[in-house]
């Protein structure tokens, strides 16, 4: 018996224990089924519940939501302002009657000139009849006397009440005081730099950045922009463009990088350039052409180049032709004024031979605006031209246009691009971002007075007085030389040829060889030098100006004859008639004592002597082993004030 309880024993307990873990397992079984159902109630709960703000934002992120332009050239759609598409839509001839934008002074300036052009032409007739009139009279006797000056007037003040109106001001130290904001104890002969704006555009400009902090809103989205689309309207008639053709800029050389950023470039096409190129541009031209892989060719202007200018035509075929006949030439950068030396190149043959080779044209203008004579950009044929408007234009600065062949509107946009995107070749330029536009703005008032005072006879006055200078530093300095036995015979035979010219004036037009100073007398100075050739560079402090020299190789042309080498006049480039004379002339100075070398170390040290020690303002450029001054006139100065560089040179050589 004691077998089979054992046995009932043992299964009794297997069978406890199998009914224990089932029961464990059903256990845990109903638990977890228990524990899925809350969770889930639990989540039904929590999404009819609002979500926290941060757990959206994860739920976002876990989401990402985009849009893809695969062509944004035609899927993307900019959003433009409306008032600047306004703006582009604007008809200047629409503007002339909207006094909104108009500043009173530049209005009562204009009114002024138009009322003393009246009382000059009527009063020959009340002469006549035995009346005067009181203004009439003033401004007539003012023009006929040319004397006494404003001071500190104002230029609204020179053509209202008491004051003489531009046409009466006798150029000189009058139009000094009248129309200019120069320091009086300092000699300016460096307007070919940076230029010198006129009083009325600073007034001008003061005006407009007034009404600007007054209303910023207001004044950025509608009265500057009828301001500016009228200001260019005007210099673009100015220049004998249409204003379809003309966008602002601020300078010449942001506008050689907008063409040149918006030309298709590739490897193995050129670029071409002048040794004489705007340092800056060149290295324009470099960035571009390397990002490209393109390469370019560098015209070599020799010394007789630079004296003949019409040389330089042959110059720039012979450099197509080394290079295969310049077919890949894809752009060329002519200027039409070098800076220094201040040579008048042929700017229409120039392009002639550009184009035959398929190239486009781009002309560097930043002294043509006020420096040449009846200038008309769209004449020269070439595809795109720049003019500063601060130099010769007398501006505020800041103020520059580039023009445009119309063929080539839709391929040219800004370096910035902003609010005017795909709004067209006017829209592009007119926004470029947030900017003070006043200098821009004033524009129309600097030009305003240009027209006042005769563009002509500006420019005939500029060639006069540069030339004469020129060849009375020349004589001073060369008959100091005479009288220490410096220079031969056929120098001095020269000198005195050249004392003894005399300046003849048609009209308001004069020739470029005023004081003999003109190619033919340069030619003979280039002959009577000593012989031999090598290559200089111009160096020195031709200051920040647009086509300020830094480093550029010129070669000096061969040069014949004998005895010691008469001091050279560089610049112009031919009949004033035909457009060919600046306002400015390099003039060689003299040996100097012994410590000055001719290096550009020593042109800055003469430059600054004459600074900061003499007060004169002209800069001083080492080359082809020689120290430079490029000397320019401007209706504020007269003879005298070369007197004074003269004199301060001959203390230099004591």
């Known amino acids: 018996m004691g077998g089979l309880s054992d046995i009932a024993r043992h299964f009794g307990l297997k069978a406890a224990y199998v009914l224990a873990a089932w029961g464990l397992t059903r256990i845990f079984s109903v638990g977890r089924q228990l524990i899925r159902q809350r969770s889930q109630r639990d989540q039904q709960d929590d999404q009819r519940r609002p979500a926290p703000a941060a757990e959206t934002r994860a739920v976002a992120k876990a989401t ?9 050239k035609s899927d ?29 002074l530049l209005i009562q ?36 006397a040319g004397g006494g000056g404003a001071g500190g007037s104002s230029a609204a003040d020179a ?42 555009a600073l007034e001008t400009q003061s005006w407009y950045q007034q009404q600007l902090e007054a209303q910023p809103v207001r004044f950025m989205e509608t009265m500057a922009l009828k301001g500016l689309v009228w200001a260019v309207a005007d210099a673009a008639r100015f220049v004998g463009a249409s204003p379809h053709d003309v966008v602002p800029v601020i300078n010449a050389t942001s506008a050689i990088n907008a063409v040149l950023s918006s030309l298709p470039l590739g490897r193995g096409d050129w670029l071409l350039m002048f040794n004489t190129t705007y340092p800056a541009v060149k290295s324009t031209l470099a960035r571009v052409a390397a990002a490209a892989g393109a390469s370019i060719l ?79 950009i769209p004449t020269f044929g070439a595809d795109f031209y720049t003019t500063n408007l601060h130099k010769w234009g007398c501006s505020p600065k800041g103020a520059a246009l580039l023009w445009a062949a119309p063929e080539h509107h839709a391929a040219l946009r800004p370096v910035v691009t902003s609010h005017g995107y795909r709004l067209g070749f006017r829209g592009e330029f007119l926004w470029q971002g947030t900017a003070d536009p006043a200098a821009w703005l004033a524009v129309p008032a600097a030009l305003a007075v240009l ?41 001095a035979a020269i000198t005195t040829r050249a004392a003894a010219a005399a300046s003849g004036v048609d009209g308001d037009r004069q020739e ?3 004081g003999g100073v003109g190619p033919d007398r340069n030619l003979q100075a280039l002959r009577i030098g000593a012989g031999g050739t090598t290559v200089g560079s111009f160096k020195g402090g031709v200051g920040d100006d647009h086509a300020g020299r830094s480093d550029v190789g010129i070669p000096r042309g061969r040069e014949r004859g004998a005895g010691a080498s008469e001091l050279l006049v560089v610049g112009g480039g031919g009949n004033w ?38 007060n004169i303002e002209v800069p001083v450029v080492a080359a082809l082993g020689r120290l430079w001054v490029r000397i320019s006139a401007q209706v504020y100065n007269e003879i005298r004030d070369y007197d004074k560089l003269g004199e301060a040179i001959l203390t230099l050589r004591q």
């Open 298 to 376: 560098e015209v070599q202007l020799g010394l007789e180049e630079l004296l003949r200018p019409e040389l330089t035509v042959d110059a720039v075929k012979a450099a197509l032709d080394a290079v295969g006949g310049g077919r890949r030439v894809r752009l060329a950068v002519l200027d039409h004024v070098i800076s220094f030396p201040p040579v008048v190149l042929p700017v229409s043959e120039l392009v002639t031979v550009c184009k035959q080779v398929g190239a486009r044209v781009l002309v560097d203008g930043a002294h043509a605006v006020g420096n040449v004579p009846r200038l008309q």
């Open 64 to 72: 990402p939501r985009y849009k893809v332009y695969h062509n944004p």
């Open 109 to 144: 300036f204009q009114a002024d000139v138009a009322g003393a052009g009246r009382s000059s032409r009527q009063q020959p007739q009340q002469q006549q009849q035995g009346l005067s009139s009181p203004r009439g009279g003033r401004v007539a006797a003012a023009a006929a």
């Open 512 to 514: 470029a060889t005023v």
């Open 76 to 104: 993307w759609k900019p959003s433009n302002p409306r008032w600047l598409q306004e703006a582009v839509a604007l008809d200047p001839a629409e503007l002339a009657t909207d006094l909104s934008w108009q500043c009173p």
């Open 451 to 491: 027209r006042a005072l005769g563009p002509e006879r500006v420019v005939a006055y500029n060639a006069a007085l540069v030339s004469e200078a020129a060849a009375t530093l020349r004589r001073r300095w060369e008959g100091e030389d005479i009288k220490r036995g410096r220079l031969g015979n056929s120098a």
């Open 159 to 200: 053509t209202s009440g008491g004051g003489l109106g531009p046409t009466a001001v006798s150029f000189g130290l009058q139009a000094r005081q009248q129309l200019f904001a120069l320091d009086p104890d300092v000699t300016y002969l460096n307007h070919g730099s940076y230029g010198a704006a006129f009083r009325l």
């Open 577 to 614: 008639e035909e457009g060919g004379v600046a306002g400015m002339l390099a003039v060689q100075l003299p040996p100097l004592r012994p410590e000055y070398g001719c290096t550009a170390e020593d042109a800055a040290r003469v430059q600054h002597w004459l600074r900061y020690e003499k």
